[in-house]
């Protein structure tokens, strides 16, 4: 299943991240995918805001690979741009993090899509101009199609 949304600023972000956490009723991964700028730890911080995480805290996990939040959720945020090989991804513990009950965010995912866990949601985030972001939700199973059902706001589009 796949739905798309447009928004017009850094408050729709906010808002769309908001409302998808509040879609995601259990444990997900999440691969974000998208070019430098286009929004993919704004995404995350407004997501987790929405389970009681301090958006100040909520940052590029680009030196550190894995950031961890507590909260009403667990939230684990990676990234993937300075991960090597599938060495490097599987000492990770992206398996273990995914089967914790937790929510998992991979920026850069698209960089070892062949390794991720098959019922997942990838969110592509397109840069239309300074403020518009175009979100491609993609769910890769069953399982998580119920989430993109929840989304408020989405049209069914094609997200090539």
Not at 61 to 68: A, G, I, R, S, V
Not at 93 to 118: K, Q, T
Not at 125 to 137: P, T, Y
Request: some cysteine; proline content about 2%.
């Amino acid at each position: 299943m796949k739905r798309v949304v447009e928004v017009a600023s850094e408050a729709d972000t906010a808002a769309l991240a908001q409302s998808f956490a509040d879609a995601c009723e259990e444990s997900v991964l999440v691969g974000l995918s998208g070019t430098l700028g286009a929004g993919k730890t704004f995404f995350v911080r407004h997501f987790a805001s929405r389970f009681g995480v301090e958006p100040d805290i909520v940052v590029s996990p680009t030196f550190t690979l894995c950031n961890e939040y507590n909260a009403a959720r667990k939230i684990y945020h990676l990234d993937l741009y300075r991960v090597n090989d599938e060495d490097e991804f599987f000492e990770l513990g992206v398996e273990e993090m995914c089967s914790s009950g937790s929510v998992v965010f991979i920026e850069w995912s698209d960089r070892f899509l062949a390794h991720l866990p098959p019922n997942r949601i990838d969110i592509t985030i397109e840069i239309v101009n300074a403020e518009q972001r175009r979100f491609c939700f993609e769910s890769t199973g069953h399982a998580t199609d119920s989430i993109l059902r929840s989304l408020s706001s989405v049209t069914d589009e094609s997200c090539d």
